[in-house]
């Protein structure tokens, strides 16, 4: 056979195993030294020793030069899709006023909100574009986007639009989540079970057009109650979509348990989680979606206990949370080293995380994050010495080069 693509001499072939990897088993990652890797048909064609590789015939030969290769990032929470941005709110971040109490004064998400909806979709899209691309070349091939800009019927269903065109026009695999109740719009203040309604009224379009696959709430002090959030979760459900909760971020309301309870795809952020919610999340087969970029970008001190969920036996992935607020960054790997630092991951589970598992926290885990005779040829070569050096060296971009189903999307 002639193969489309040959790389050969990788130093370090990342090979995470089935998933979801759920506490110690996270600790696992398979790592085949002097590896090479075929591609044909933009599916893994064949994975072994480097020696083995000397007699293959290929079209095209790439010398990893003992470098190393994994599946490509998988990025399972971003806020892809919005109009504007938020510089000027760092004058009263600095001066300490809290995020929540910025969304009252009716900026943050809401100020996002206003500039999402005077942008044309035309306008979204070169805007979304472009993020897609810098996260595409920082070695992501894979990601979630949300909605949660519009907070009424047309802005919202033209985000989701937005989504469904960057699928079908672009690179990489998009999976696409209604985040209607992200906040409470102006014109619903004081009404929030009203907006509710709307927000679920609004579901049948979203699944008869096929707009997304998940519905996620925002369940916060001053947002939605957890009493709200199973009711618009309940919604989703009846009507077959997943169900995704922005969860416990700031104050500990019991977000992660109605997860569980509700049997969520991913419960996210989690940061004031409780024991109990912790110990809930262990026995089920709820993904934990941990966010540390926005953590350190809201210029807290107190991170995700990512050390208690492992230990006790959850799964743990992570993501961006890319957004124009609360974490500014479509760089995966600046995640990773965060992970490293302030979770204490070791670097076999920040792998985990950022591709088998994250792939399973997206509805994607047969199809995404992990790198198997077969299965698509989404790649990264990345220029370092192991793979523990990722998280090691932050704030720069080491993707070397980036295949998706065995084409180059960045180099
Ligand atoms: O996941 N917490 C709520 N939503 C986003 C932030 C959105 C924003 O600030 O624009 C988040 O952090
Ligand atoms: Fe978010």
Known sequence: MIYDTL???????LLPAEGPLK????????????????????????????EKAAQMEARQVIDAMGRVVSPGLVDPH?????????????????????????????????????????????????????????MASHGVTTLEAKSGYGLD???????????SRLKEEGALDIVSTFLGPHAIPPEYKDRPDEFLSEMIGMLDDVVRDD???????????????VEQSRRFMKACLELGLGV????????????????????????????????????????????????????????????????????SGAAVSLATDFNPGSCVTENLQMIMSLAGLKLKMTPEEIWNAVTVNAAWAIGKGEDAGRLEVGKDADLVLWDVPNYSYIPYHYGVNHANLVMKRGEKIWE
Request: proline share 1%; aromatic share 6%; glycine share 10%.
């Open 7 to 13: 790389i050969n001499r990788i130093g370090q072939l």
């Open 78 to 134: 971003t806020h892809l899709v919005f109009g504007g941005s938020r510089e000027g709110e760092l004058a009263m971040k600095q001066a300490g006023v809290p995020y929540l109490e910025i969304l009252k004064q009716g900026g943050g998400i809401l100020s996002t909100v206003k500039a999402t909806r005077a942008t044309s979709e035309e306008g979204l899209l070169e805007k979304a574009k472009f993020f897609l691309n810098r």
């Open 153 to 163: 019927r047309e802005t919202e269903l033209k985000q989701l639009r937005v989504v």
């Open 211 to 225: 707009l997304a696959s998940c519905g996620d709430i925002f369940c916060e002090t001053g947002v939605f109650t």
């Open 244 to 311: 995704k909760i922005h969860a416990d971020e700031i104050d500990s309301l019991g977000g992660t348990e109605l997860a569980v309870e509700m049997g969520a795809i991913s419960a996210d952020h989690l940061v004031a989680a409780s024991e109990e919610g912790i110990q809930a999340l262990a026995d089920s087969s709820t993904i934990a979606v941990l966010l540390p970029g926005t953590t350190f970008y809201l210029g807290k001190d107190e991170y995700a206990k990512a050390r208690a969920m492992i230990d």
């Open 23 to 50: 506490g110690e088993d996270m600790k696992q990652l398979v790592v085949l030294e002097d590896a090479a890797i075929a591609i044909k048909d933009g599916k893994v064609a064949w994975i072994g020793q480097n």
